[in-house]
């Protein structure tokens, strides 16, 4: 099993900027990618910003520019850096631990949520 542990999130003006961690621990498999996901009231579960296997990023379309993805490797923790938050950013905020054994299916792993909500 694999344990993930978030932490902040909360209220935001329009315009503020906030940061998410994530730590993992527990069975974290050799070959594995994090990220951040998000999930409005009414919609479905969303990427916000991931790493990819080979240690670049990617994020989704509504946030670059803005979101930066960090990762701190030897700490199995993952950041999200929210700058500029709209209102359209209010969700709850999952962490992602996605394992990829070399043999079989992968398995993802999801932090509690927080909930971050962008209002004035």
């Known amino acids: 099993q694999v344990q993930l542990v978030e932490s902040g999130g909360g209220l935001v003006q329009p315009g503020g900027s906030l940061g998410l961690s994530c730590a993992a621990s527990?069975?974290?498999?050799?070959?594995?990618?994090m990220g951040w996901y998000r999930q409005a009231p009414g919609k479905e579960r969303e990427l916000v910003a991931a790493?990819?296997?080979?240690?670049?990023?990617t994020l989704s379309n509504s946030v670059q520019g803005r979101f930066t993805i960090s990762r701190d490797n030897a700490k199995n923790t993952v950041y999200l850096q929210m700058n500029r938050l709209k209102s359209e950013d209010t969700a709850v905020y999952y962490c992602?631990?996605?394992?990829?054994?070399?043999?079989?299916?992968?398995?993802?792993?999801w932090g509690q949520g927080t909930q971050v909500t962008v209002s004035s």
């Open positions: 992602n631990l996605r394992n990829l054994p070399w043999r079989g299916a992968p398995v993802d792993y």
């Open positions: 527990g069975n974290i498999g050799s070959r594995n990618v």
């Open positions: 790493f990819t296997l080979v240690g670049s990023t």
